[in-house]
Nanobody, 115 residues
Framework: QVQLVESGGGLVQPGGSLKLSCAVS????????MGWYRQAPGKQRELVAL???????NYVDSVKGRFTISRDFAKNWVYLQMTSLKPEDTAVYYC?????????WGQGTQVTVSS
């Protein structure tokens, strides 16, 4: 059983920054991909950022240049640095790990961007 626990969400003003963290209960080197997804009220969950085992990254167009995904193999943590936040970034953010056809999810952390 794999556990992923997100932290770092909260309320931030437009233009502000937040860093989300995801603690993983086993070696993240065992996963093909690690990612951050988000789901806003009334909308489908969408992939925000992805990092492959080889370190390749991919971002949804709406966050390119503002968000950065990273990881720490030694600590088994995955991060999402978010800058220049906009109200439309408001959502529950989920950490995800993918391995051989199986997706594992955290419980999510709320990010609210509002003045």
């Amino acid at each position: 059983q794999v556990q992923l626990v997100e932290s770092g969400g909260g309320l931030v003003q437009p233009g502000g920054s937040l860093k989300l963290s995801c603690a993983v209960s086993r070696s993240i080197a065992s996963f093909n991909d690690m990612g951050w997804y988000r789901q806003a009220p009334g909308k489908q969950r969408e992939l925000v950022a992805l990092i492959t085992y080889d370190g390749l990254t991919n971002y949804v167009d709406s966050v390119k240049g503002r968000f950065t995904i990273s990881r720490d193999f030694a600590k088994n943590w995955v991060y999402l640095q978010m800058t220049s936040l906009k109200p439309e970034d408001t959502a529950v953010y989920y950490c995800s790990a993918y391995q051989s056809g199986a997706n594992y999810w955290g419980q999510g952390t709320q990010v609210t961007v509002s003045s």
